[in-house]
């Protein structure tokens, strides 16, 4: 070690570097509030597409005039639409809860807010289920 | 000299049930700091009005305040740059101890927590560690920090959530985390990676605008997380 400093200048060795951590693996990453704060960012990537997709499809190209039971009926033939819809209802409900969370988390104190965020599970829970189960169990004729 | 307006907001914690606003005019060159109107206010209008400073130079970091809705260091804000009556508050976040003085104790437990200090990594050498340029170019602009509390006071974060470990001691711990001869990493980001580390931090960049250092904060912050999510510094 002493020699190599000795070398002086600041072109240090860096095929022997100081016993630092530096460039090395960190063990404490991952946790509950880093994977929420990426699942924010690459479930914000994938809505930015799926919801604006959806926008326009629903309400540029379409219109609430033209979206019937028909209309659904023809795009659930397709497990493509399915799929889209499916994914997007659950990366929309996880995201929206989650930014919820944070912004419930900022407001409310113990106790209301542990009981107003166990609400919003529940309430967004069962919005979850009953999603998951019409594009699931939709029958096209 | 011409006539400068101000109007502070003053607190007296034996008077005073709530701050209140008070109107001040003293003479000062337009090239003269707010710094000095507020000593010219202390020293010939009233003497009873508190605040910190120490350097008068923007290095102590001691006279962060609300200058016209701001956070400023009173001593490097000219008379005649900014709108009049200059409306001076004490920080926003912090419990006010009397007029422009509040409680930073809590902020700087905050800054102990992440062992600002450099860990050492073995035994020490015989004389300096050495270190490239490039190496000490990496957590350049976190060491100009003066520890004035301008970016955690700015943060709406740290306003709604006093424990959040705030952008402050985020840029202590940047300083050493990105340091290629400090062997504390670990330990301090252990401290980033909890609920009231970085996560709580919205990238609201207010504390960019703060900074009296023209640091740049919310990266700093920014390359914290991604330290964290890659595993690697
Ligand atoms: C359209 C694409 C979307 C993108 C790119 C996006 C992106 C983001 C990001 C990155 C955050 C985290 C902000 C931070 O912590 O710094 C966030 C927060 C949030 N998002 Fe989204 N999001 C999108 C759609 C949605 C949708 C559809 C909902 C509602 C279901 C939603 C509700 C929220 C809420 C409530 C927050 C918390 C706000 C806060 O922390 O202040 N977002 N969003
Ligand atoms: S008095 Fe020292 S920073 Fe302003």
Redesign the pocket.
């Known amino acids: 070690m002493e020699a190599k400093l000795r070398r002086g200048g600041v072109s240090m060795d860096r095929q022997e570097p100081l016993t630092t951590s530096y460039g090395s693996r960190v063990k404490p990453s991952g946790g509950i509030e880093l994977t929420a704060?990426l699942f924010?960012?690459i479930?914000?990537?994938v809505?930015?597409v799926l919801?604006?997709g959806h926008l326009f499809i629903m309400h540029v190209f379409n219109s609430v005039h033209v979206i019937d039971y028909d209309f659904v009926a023809r795009r659930y033939v397709k497990i493509f639409w399915r799929g889209y819809d499916l994914t997007m209802l659950w990366l929309?409900?996880i995201?929206?809860l989650n930014?919820?969370r944070?912004?419930v988390d900022d407001y409310l104190h113990p106790p209301a807010r542990g009981i107003v965020v166990k609400g919003m599970y529940v309430v967004g829970g069962l919005f979850l289920i009953l999603g998951t189960w019409v594009i699931m169990a939709f029958r096209s004729p | 000299m011409r006539e400068v307006a101000f109007k502070i907001l003053r607190f007296d914690p034996e008077k005073d049930s709530k701050p209140h606003w008070e109107s001040y005019r003293v003479e000062l060159e337009p090239t003269d700091r707010v710094l000095d109107g507020l000593e010219a206010i202390k020293g010939s209008v009233d003497g009873s009005l508190s605040l910190r400073r120490s350097c008068a130079h923007g290095v102590c970091g001691s006279d962060a305040m609300l200058i016209n809705g701001r956070n400023r260091l009173a001593c490097k804000v000219l008379v005649k740059n900014v709108k009049q009556p200059i409306a001076i508050e004490p920080m926003r976040g912090f419990k006010v101890i009397k007029d422009l003085i509040v409680d930073m104790e809590g902020f700087f437990s905050k800054y102990r927590q992440v062992s600002p200090y450099l860990i050492e990594a073995g035994p020490a050498p015989e004389k300096e560690r050495l270190q490239s340029p490039e190496e000490r170019e990496r957590f350049d602009d976190t060491t100009k920090c003066i520890l004035c509390g301008a970016c955690t006071t700015s943060c709406p974060s740290f306003w709604a959530d006093p424990d959040y470990i705030g952008p402050a001691a985020i840029v202590q711990a940047h300083r050493f985390i990105f340091d290629s001869r400090d062997a504390g990493k670990e330990k301090r980001l252990k401290i980033m990676n909890e609920k009231e580390g970085v996560w709580r931090c919205?990238?609201v960049f207010n504390c960019v605008e703060a900074c009296p250092r023209g640091i740049n904060v919310t990266r700093a912050i920014a390359e914290v997380k991604q330290a964290l999510v890659r595993g690697k510094v």
């Open positions: 704060w924010m960012r479930s914000g990537i809505l930015l919801a604006l929309a409900m995201h929206g930014g919820m944070t912004l | 919205r990238t």
